[in-house]
């Protein structure tokens, strides 16, 4: 069955990292429900569809989620071609997990189109490598907000030897700073604290575990935000004297019918 609801990841915020399946998604759909930190770029490739916009945001007055995978049912049982375009990749703290689940359940096919994940992209545009031989061999994805309150096994993940990338965590430096110092990190280990990953306005603070809610603070760090916890934060794999390459030339891309 030819899927009648696409779930699709318009990555970080550039949208030069929009993937070409997503654009050709886009192009298609009849209407779009978009959350708050799509870029109003992107737009640009589904200027024939009428957009909704259901934004979910930390500490604000949100969409209910109930009401938009309803959303989606109505309109994919009118026998449009439905598109909910998230910011980051749908499967990485995106809920795409729950949504294709409920949209199956009720007999309506869908596709996940991958987006490019911010604390991917957040640490690539720092000269940030999240795996480096002899540094770190793996990555933890973590957000510090559940919707029940519980919170990550800083523990475990202070143990893991792993580059830790946390999403929504602005609300909890304290509380994790202190969590992963007590479990044993070390108090030195490089943080890197990025805002608004991949944008013309991004912001990064580079720190340490035991000085990152100061210089947060004085940094005025703001969500969105992505934390890199661990030694590769300390790597800058550009240098200062690198010349940036030219712009990529525009692709000419096709609307697909």
Same mark, same amino acid.
């Given at each position: 069955? @030819? ?10 915020? +550039? ?11 886009? @192009?298609? #759909?009849?209407?779009?429900?978009? %959350?708050?930190?799509? @870029? !109003? ?5 589904? #200027? ?12 604000? $007055?949100?969409? !209910? ?11 994919? $049982?009118?026998?449009? $071609? ?6 980051? +990749? ?15 359940? *009720? ?6 189109? @991958? ?7 957040? #640490? ?20 510090? *907000?559940?919707? +029940? ?24 430096? *304290? ?11 070390? #108090? %030195?280990? !490089? ?9 013309? %306005? ?48 525009? !692709?000419?891309?096709?609307? *697909?019918?």
């Amino acid at each position: 069955m @030819n899927p009648t609801v696409w779930l699709i990841g318009a990555g970080p915020g +550039d949208p030069e990292l929009l993937t070409l399946k997503a654009v050709k998604a886009l @192009n298609q #759909a009849d209407v779009v429900l978009i %959350d708050d930190l799509v @870029n !109003p770029q992107v737009l640009d490739y589904c #200027a024939q569809a009428r957009l909704v916009r259901v934004g979910k945001r930390g500490g604000c $007055r949100s969409t !209910p989620q109930a009401f938009i995978q309803r959303l989606m049912l109505r309109y994919a $049982r009118q026998g449009l $071609r439905v598109a909910r375009l998230k910011g980051g +990749d749908p499967c990485i703290f995106g809920r795409a997990g729950e949504e294709a689940q409920w949209l199956s359940d *009720h007999g309506v096919a869908c596709e996940v189109v @991958n987006g490019i994940t911010a604390g991917l992209a957040a #640490a690539t545009a720092c000269g940030i490598p999240l795996t480096q031989r002899g540094m770190a061999q793996g990555v933890t994805l973590i957000t510090a *907000h559940s919707q +029940d309150g519980t919170v990550p096994d800083w523990t475990g993940l202070a143990r893991s030897g792993t580059t830790l990338v946390v999403y929504m965590g602005v609300a909890k430096l *304290h509380d994790m700073s202190s969590q992963l110092l007590a479990a044993g990190m070390a #108090a %030195d280990t !490089p943080v890197a604290m990025i805002e608004r990953a991949s944008l013309t %306005d991004q912001r990064e603070c580079r720190s340490t575990l035991a000085a990152m809610t100061r210089d947060a603070d004085a940094f005025r760090l703001r969500s969105p935000a992505v934390l890199v916890i661990g030694q590769v934060a300390a790597c800058q794999m550009f240098g200062a004297s690198d010349a940036r390459l030219p712009a990529l030339a525009e !692709p000419a891309l096709r609307r *697909h019918a």
